[in-house]
């Protein structure tokens, strides 16, 4: 036997060893979830609350232990006095609690992702295994003192070597979901995933260095750290579209947690969903953060004294709605600092006991409570009474209010006068017409400032008694079974009898537009408006954020271009860290120079420095003598791409992005020609693919934001620059376009064009 293979054999034997363990865990779980599933509903009250929440603790607990099955084991840190400790994705410790596996999250395991030759502490190397399945296939060591014998062994064994696990991912071809980076998370990306949770972290960083990789991980460390922290409060994940969360959503599971609430911006108000699309221009006009301003006067505007006052009889008597009365009720109201439907019912309230006090001072007697109880009845269900309440406080909803402001342009140029008159009738439209995503922001801002629909309130009302009497059934069965460590609190036994109906913390976090999350994920970042902004800090008032994105990649014209500016603003001056990730990991080194130059000379920020390979030939330019070449050509070229990336497993994706005029017709194009070319049955598993999982996807640039392909064909970029809102937009577009491949990027254009525009 080879010394090598004598290592992985060794290897080989510590992974059997954690992975023995992890079944036996499991079986250990299922056994114990099985034994409370079998009692059923017998019992006592006390004894079906304890059963309840131990099954969902072992669901949890073997939901996790699942989620972790793939490449458990994936390091190694040896010390100066001989110790060997095991890096894996969580930690495991025999029966007697002598470790196993170190959680890739712990203090202990630090020097795996930071310690350097000239900063190692007691380690000595630093060990990559690779696995396929359980099997160990791979092993890569990094001497970290060159005086150790550990240099001689491994250059002996043939195991020696620096960066080889992180080329090998970056190689393969792309699946559709984004795989961690757990086993290759370099010493720059730890130490952002690292980072205090008490703080707003934001990290800038150019196409493929990593930036969505380590908020994910950051959010995985934090779960891990600050578990007590975050496990009631949760922890938000706003992505830029929902196909880039279902690209991520098997991170976090894979990195042994489950339960966090991933949205985009357009559905992160419960039960609203926007799919429609303003024009940039609007977007930005209704992102500007004046608009917290216009919806505010929208909702007082409605708080207003009638021209006509009516007078009511009330058992023979005239009880008149006077102007005074309503200022003090309005008045009285203000005071109460409650959004506007709750505060209606002070209002109200208000306003019945002035018209009640306005019938009894023509009596001359003094009424009892139960003729005053009565009068105020009558007031309450006069119509001409109800009709003046709604009129002086409008009772109104979200959505209502957000359709008035965009369909009464005259009453939107009073409400923001700084609109010009252009501006105003770009953000006019019909009454009645669907939400856009630029809307949802400010349908946030008007539902923080209206409070609950009054038509909802009783029901809130209700249910938040029940939980009520909910917990303190809880606590008394807590108290009568002897628990009192605060181990299992009151509110988790009501959350787990509850888990079928109201779901686990991250499902009632998505439930309640209300809920504040522990920390906040921010993907992106650099696409969202002041209003967009706004949103999201009111979803985290403690302001722990993990904001990531790239100044170069801005297309929202109403987006960031600096985060000093931005971040100063939203968080204050000294209150936010900035990082940066300069290594590019995804693209090929040519691929990285052209799309950097081009960037540059369009006069684009440019963080990153260097690509970590190189790839002869990954570049080509292609032009063509008309439209109708163009068509051909990009036709034939995807289907070339196709056969040599495309793998009927399902790996393989390539993206052909044409500017929107064009796109249909490329995309008609692309199509027959893999009809021709593809066997029938490989055509027909190509074109049944959902549009968010297709391997060979016909689309804009807007659509590949935060994702990567196999290979990329840019088609007509001058078009895609004369079509964009703005040239320094339009550059933005193409250095996106041009940095989603991983292995290959084509440039196809006709001569035009290519005079439009130098790339």
Same mark, same amino acid.
């Given at each position: 036997?080879?010394?090598?293979?004598?290592?992985?054999?060794?290897?080989?034997?510590?992974?059997?060893?954690?992975?023995?363990?992890?079944?036996?865990?499991?079986?250990?779980?299922?056994?114990?979830?099985?034994?409370?599933? @079998?009692?059923?509903?017998?019992?006592?009250?006390?004894?079906?609350?304890?059963?309840?929440?131990?099954?969902? *603790?072992?669901?949890?607990?073997?939901?996790? *232990?699942?989620?972790?099955?793939?490449?458990?084991?994936?390091?190694?840190?040896?010390?100066?006095?001989?110790?060997?400790?095991?890096?894996?994705?969580?930690?495991?410790?025999?029966?007697?609690?002598?470790?196993?596996?170190?959680?890739?999250? @712990?203090?202990?395991?630090?020097?795996?992702?930071?310690?350097?030759?000239?900063?190692?502490?007691?380690?000595?190397?630093?060990?990559? %295994?690779?696995?396929?399945?359980?099997?160990?296939?791979? +092993?890569?060591?990094?001497?970290?003192?060159?005086?150790?014998?550990?240099?001689?062994?491994?250059?002996?064994?043939?195991?020696?070597?620096?960066?080889?696990?992180?080329? $090998?991912?970056?190689?393969? /071809?792309?699946?559709?979901?984004?795989?961690?980076?757990? @086993?290759?998370?370099?010493?720059?990306?730890?130490?952002?995933?690292?980072?205090?949770?008490?703080?707003?972290?934001?990290?800038?960083?150019?196409?493929?260095?990593?930036?969505?990789?380590?908020?994910?991980?950051?959010? $995985?460390? %934090?779960?891990?750290?600050?578990?007590?922290?975050?496990?009631?409060?949760?922890?938000?994940?706003?992505?830029?579209?929902?196909?880039?969360?279902?690209?991520?959503?098997?991170? %976090?599971?894979?990195?042994?947690?489950?339960?966090?609430?991933?949205?985009?911006?357009?559905?992160? +108000?419960?039960? =609203?969903?926007?799919?429609?699309?303003?024009?940039?221009?609007?977007?930005?006009?209704?992102?500007?953060?004046? *608009?917290?301003?216009?919806?505010?006067?929208?909702?007082?505007?409605?708080?207003?004294?009638?021209?006509?006052?009516?007078?009511?009889?009330?058992?023979?008597?005239?009880?008149? *709605?006077?102007?005074?009365? +309503?200022?003090?009720?309005?008045?009285?109201?203000?005071?109460?600092?409650?959004?506007?439907?709750?505060? /209606?019912?002070?209002?109200?309230?208000?306003?019945?006991?002035?018209?009640?006090?306005?019938?009894?001072?023509?009596?001359?007697?003094?009424?009892?409570?139960?003729?005053?109880?009565? =009068?105020?009845?009558?007031? #309450?269900?006069?119509?001409?009474?109800?009709?003046?309440?709604?009129?002086?406080?409008?009772?109104?909803?979200?959505?209502?209010?957000?359709?008035?402001?965009?369909?009464?342009?005259?009453?939107?140029?009073?409400?923001?006068?700084?609109?010009?008159?252009?501006?105003?009738?770009?953000?006019?439209?019909?009454?009645?017409?669907?939400?856009?995503?630029?809307?949802?922001?400010?349908?946030?801002?008007?539902?923080?400032?209206?409070?609950?629909?009054?038509?909802?309130?009783?029901?809130?009302?209700?249910?938040?008694?029940?939980?009520?009497?909910?917990?303190?059934?809880?606590?008394?069965?807590?108290?009568?079974?002897? !628990?009192?460590?605060?181990?299992? &609190?009151?509110?988790?036994?009501?959350?787990?009898?509850?888990?079928?109906?109201?779901?686990?913390?991250?499902?009632?976090?998505?439930?309640?537009?209300?809920?504040?999350?522990?920390?906040?994920?921010?993907?992106?970042?650099?696409?969202? &408006?002041?209003?967009?902004?706004?949103?999201?800090?009111?979803?985290?008032?403690?302001?722990?954020?993990?904001?990531?994105?790239?100044?170069?990649?801005?297309?929202?014209?109403?987006?960031? #271009?600096?985060?000093?500016?931005?971040?100063?603003?939203?968080?204050?001056?000294?209150?936010?860290?900035?990082?940066?990730?300069?290594?590019?990991? /995804?693209?090929?080194?040519?691929?990285?120079?052209?799309?950097?130059?081009?960037?540059?000379?369009?006069? %684009?920020?440019?963080?990153?420095?260097?690509?970590?390979?190189?790839?002869?030939?990954?570049?080509?330019?292609?032009? =063509?003598?008309?439209?109708? $070449?163009?068509?051909?050509?990009?036709?034939?070229?995807?289907?070339?791409?196709?056969?040599?990336?495309?793998?009927?497993?399902?790996?393989?994706?390539?993206?052909?992005?044409?500017?929107?005029?064009?796109?249909?017709?490329?995309?008609?194009? =692309?199509?027959? $020609?893999?009809?021709?070319?593809?066997?029938?049955?490989?055509?027909?598993?190509?074109?049944?693919?959902? @549009?968010?999982?297709?391997?060979?996807?016909?689309?804009?640039?807007?659509?590949?934001?935060?994702?990567?392909?196999?290979?990329?064909?840019?088609?007509?970029?001058?078009?895609?620059?004369?079509?964009?809102?703005?040239?320094? !937009?339009?550059?933005?577009?193409?250095?996106?376009?041009?940095? #989603?491949?991983?292995?290959?990027?084509?440039?196809?254009?006709?001569?035009?064009?290519?005079?439009?525009?130098?790339?």
């Amino acid at each position: 036997m080879s010394e090598y293979s004598a290592q992985i054999h060794e290897e080989q034997r510590a992974v059997d060893r954690a992975y023995d363990r992890l079944d036996a865990m499991r079986t250990q779980v299922k056994a114990r979830l099985d034994t409370v599933r @079998a009692a059923g509903s017998h019992g006592s009250p006390t004894m079906r609350t304890e059963r309840d929440s131990f099954a969902t *603790m072992y669901e949890d607990r073997l939901t996790q *232990m699942r989620a972790v099955e793939d490449r458990l084991v994936f390091g190694r840190l040896d010390d100066v006095d001989g110790n060997r400790r095991y890096i894996g994705r969580i930690g495991l410790s025999n029966e007697n609690h002598e470790p196993i596996l170190t959680d890739w999250r @712990a203090e202990a395991a630090r020097p795996f992702y930071e310690a350097t030759p000239s900063h190692h502490g007691d380690i000595v190397m630093r060990r990559h %295994l690779t696995l396929r399945f359980r099997e160990v296939v791979g +092993i890569e060591d990094e001497v970290l003192d060159v005086d150790s014998s550990q240099v001689d062994d491994a250059s002996r064994s043939g195991t020696l070597t620096g960066e080889g696990a992180l080329l $090998a991912s970056l190689s393969s /071809r792309r699946t559709g979901k984004m795989t961690d980076i757990v @086993a290759t998370i370099q010493a720059e990306q730890d130490r952002i995933i690292r980072s205090d949770l008490n703080q707003a972290v934001v990290v800038q960083g150019g196409p493929g260095t990593g930036k969505t990789a380590v908020a994910l991980h950051r959010a $995985a460390y %934090l779960l891990y750290t600050h578990r007590r922290t975050l496990e009631r409060s949760g922890v938000l994940i706003v992505g830029p579209s929902s196909t880039f969360l279902r690209y991520i959503d098997q991170v %976090l599971p894979s990195l042994g947690e489950t339960g966090v609430v991933s949205r985009t911006i357009g559905d992160l +108000i419960p039960g =609203v969903s926007a799919t429609a699309e303003d024009t940039p221009q609007a977007a930005m006009l209704k992102g500007d953060r004046r *608009m917290a301003r216009v919806v505010a006067d929208a909702v007082a505007a409605r708080v207003r004294v009638p021209a006509d006052l009516p007078t009511v009889r009330v058992n023979g008597f005239p009880v008149p *709605m006077l102007a005074v009365d +309503i200022e003090q009720a309005q008045a009285d109201a203000r005071r109460s600092h409650q959004p506007h439907n709750k505060a /209606r019912e002070t209002f109200v309230r208000s306003m019945l006991a002035a018209l009640r006090n306005r019938y009894a001072e023509q009596l001359d007697y003094t009424p009892d409570e139960a003729e005053l109880s009565r =009068v105020t009845e009558m007031l #309450r269900l006069d119509d001409k009474v109800r009709k003046t309440l709604n009129l002086a406080w409008l009772p109104m909803t979200g959505p209502w209010l957000i359709d008035q402001l965009w369909s009464r342009p005259v009453k939107l140029r009073a409400l923001a006068p700084w609109l010009t008159d252009e501006q105003v009738a770009l953000l006019t439209r019909p009454k009645g017409s669907p939400l856009t995503r630029s809307d949802i922001p400010l349908l946030d801002e008007a539902m923080e400032l209206l409070g609950p629909d009054p038509k909802a309130s009783g029901r809130d009302g209700a249910k938040d008694a029940a939980r009520a009497e909910e917990e303190q059934f809880a606590r008394d069965t807590l108290a009568q079974a002897g !628990i009192g460590s605060g181990i299992v &609190t009151a509110q988790m036994l009501v959350d787990n009898i509850n888990a079928p109906e109201e779901g686990l913390t991250a499902q009632r976090a998505a439930a309640d537009r209300e809920w504040t999350y522990g920390h906040v994920v921010v993907d992106e970042a650099q696409e969202l &408006t002041a209003m967009d902004w706004r949103m999201l800090i009111r979803r985290c008032p403690t302001r722990s954020f993990t904001i990531v994105g790239d100044v170069a990649q801005t297309s929202a014209m109403g987006g960031t #271009r600096s985060w000093r500016r931005t971040m100063d603003r939203l968080f204050g001056e000294g209150h936010w860290t900035l990082n940066e990730l300069t290594i590019d990991y /995804r693209n090929p080194q040519e691929v990285s120079d052209l799309a950097s130059r081009f960037a540059t000379a369009e006069g %684009l920020y440019i963080s990153t420095v260097k690509a970590v390979r190189a790839l002869p030939d990954s570049v080509k330019r292609v032009a =063509v003598d008309d439209r109708a $070449a163009l068509f051909d050509d990009v036709a034939a070229r995807a289907v070339e791409l196709t056969r040599e990336f495309v793998a009927a497993d399902g790996t393989g994706r390539i993206a052909v992005l044409a500017a929107d005029s064009i796109r249909d017709e490329v995309r008609r194009r =692309v199509r027959e $020609a893999l009809r021709s070319a593809l066997p029938a049955a490989e055509f027909e598993r190509l074109s049944a693919q959902s @549009a968010w999982d297709e391997q060979v996807n016909v689309c804009g640039t807007q659509e590949v934001k935060g994702l990567e392909y196999d290979a990329v064909i840019v088609v007509e970029p001058g078009l895609i620059e004369q079509e964009a809102p703005s040239r320094l !937009i339009a550059a933005s577009d193409l250095y996106v376009a041009m940095t #989603r491949p991983t292995q290959r990027l084509l440039i196809v254009r006709t001569h035009d064009d290519e005079n439009d525009l130098t790339i």
